[in-house]
């Protein structure tokens, strides 16, 4: 089954790269169709370890350009999404025999001055012996250094640009494997498969934008049948989720005796998040798990800083994920380059091709920019950079306007509790809305599965958030999958299979 339409762009990959291209470009006017063999954010990016930040030690490997992009983003990114973006504050406790206090002041001056930070507050020095962040420490640590940085929900950071994306013209195709691309002139010919139906297409475009993040080069190899195709270095970084550890909202930065450093978040309210880990890996990453040794060196590192010990029994989850680093040739993995790059063949009448090495969320917008600048020089401009001054989906609000924003819903909705509209406002800012809908009672809201999860909720995942299964919604939609049993999975499963074309069983 082929197509007479022809794309300007296919983007290959669902992550947070080709999701924040397909945005910018289908805001300029192109023609996009994105192809995620999965479900949106199902790799690296929903495996993050959270954070939108300036990389604080990769001022340490002289990454400046990155660093200075990074830092510059936070408040860009913030203020396009106060609702799933928000500032954190670091706490860097400090001891002898690690790195010195002048260096890490230095550092966290440059951190301070290079970014055009203006909302972010500045760096502090703390007496960890009355600062509250000192209680849950080891008496050991008696000053700190406090900075800023941004929290950021990753796997909604890639659904809502995904959908301001398709709200701009793209078409969004998840579970849809690009199986081949076969140049023949100025055009491709993409071969895409269903995962739900296993139908085929072809579509034409006069480019395409290999994205798929660790598989990049697998797409290389395969679908581009470029078989000399070696350019990312898979690293492994693994997070687990204990019980709340402490009651401020602080994060922890811990240095480590091997150089490297975890840090330690509030998380989805009542959770710890630690990590992360830096190991080469091979093989595929849709199989990456935490291996025994990872728990036990990331367990150990948080005890050496918090009173109470961290165990094994304290986990209630883990993540994984495969980071994929431009290969530099770094000697270890934590060495090896944050920055991303990117590589570009055809244009001048053939099919051009544009190949996305590396990046990080926080710089996901600046990478599509110069993502852009790769696409007008291979098949024309349309229109001009426009993504640093606009809201993503739910966005539309002022960065520190959060709390009225929770305000409004709960006066127009009273029979919600603090708790759900929070979460609401949290996941879907401006557009809890279209969810509760004028609901008057619970009872509006249709089937509950379970703790704060209604059908209204699921079906407005389903019908504009290409949620499928009970995986996507409980884990990278609503992280509603932490509270295990309270959720009736099965009775979820049940109601998904009656939305969609042909019963889906979740994945894992």
């Known amino acids: 089954m082929g197509s007479a339409r022809i794309h300007d762009i296919v983007v290959i990959g669902g992550g947070i790269n080709g999701c924040g291209i397909a945005r910018d470009a289908a805001g300029r006017g192109y023609d996009v169709l994105l192809a995620e063999k999965d479900d949106l954010a199902s790799g690296t990016s929903s495996a993050a370890t959270k954070l939108i930040h300036g990389g604080l030690r990769y001022l340490e490997h002289y990454e400046f350009r990155l660093v200075q992009e990074a830092l510059a983003e936070r408040e860009v990114l913030w203020a396009a999404a106060p609702h799933i973006i928000w500032p954190l504050r670091l706490v860097l406790p400090h001891h002898k025999g690690l790195r010195p206090a002048w260096l890490l002041r230095l550092g966290l001056f440059i951190y301070d001055h290079l970014g055009g930070r203006k909302l972010l507050p500045a760096t502090r020095t703390l007496d960890l012996r009355t600062d509250p962040a000192g209680a849950p420490l080891k008496p050991l640590f008696r000053r700190a250094f406090e900075y800023s940085d941004c929290w950021v929900n990753d796997a909604r950071l890639v659904a ?32 895409i498969r269903d995962g739900l139906s296993g139908a085929t297409e072809t579509v034409q475009a006069r480019l395409v934008i290999n994205a798929a993040g660790p598989w990049v080069d697998q797409v290389l190899t395969g679908a581009l049948g470029d078989n000399g195709a070696r350019n990312v270095r898979l690293v492994q970084g693994s997070h687990i989720v204990v019980r709340k550890l402490y009651e401020h909202d602080r994060c922890y930065m811990f240095q480590n005796s091997d ?35 990872e728990v036990s060196y990331l367990t150990e590192a948080a005890s050496e800083y918090f009173a109470r010990p961290v165990t094994r029994d304290d986990i209630v989850w883990s993540y994984s994920g495969v980071r994929p680093l431009f290969d530099d040739g770094a000697s270890s993995a934590q060495e090896a380059t944050r920055d991303y790059v990117l590589k570009s063949a055809g244009g001048d009448g053939k099919a051009a091709l544009i190949n996305v090495f590396g990046g990080k969320l926080t710089t996901f917008r600046r990478l599509a920019e110069s993502t852009l600048e790769q696409v007008e020089a291979l098949i024309g401009a349309r229109g001009k950079p426009w993504t640093r001054r606009v809201a993503l989906p739910g966005g539309d609000f002022p960065p520190t306007g959060f709390g009225d924003l929770v305000a409004g819903i709960r006066q127009r909705y009273a029979f919600l509790d603090q708790a759900h509209a929070t979460r609401l406002a949290r996941l879907y800012g401006t557009r809890a809305e279209q969810i509760l809908n004028g609901a008057a009672s619970h009872a509006d809201l249709g089937r509950h599965f379970g703790a704060d999860l209604y059908e209204a909720e699921v079906r407005y995942l389903v019908d504009h958030e290409w949620a499928v299964t009970s995986d996507d919604i409980l884990w990278r939609r609503t992280k509603r999958g932490l509270l295990g049993s309270a959720i009736a999975k099965a009775d979820l499963d049940s109601f998904l299979a009656t939305l969609m074309p042909q019963p889906v069983a979740a994945a894992g």
């Open 160 to 191: 809502l640009t995904a959908r301001d994306a398709a709200d701009r013209g793209a078409t969004i195709r998840t579970r849809t494997a690009v199986v081949s691309a076969r140049p023949e002139g100025a055009l491709w010919h993409v071969v």
């Open 259 to 293: 150089g490297r450093i975890i840090f330690a978040i509030p998380y989805e309210t009542d959770y710890t998040l630690i990590g992360t880990t830096d190991l080469d890996y091979q093989g595929d990453p849709g199989d990456v798990r935490i291996s025994d040794a």
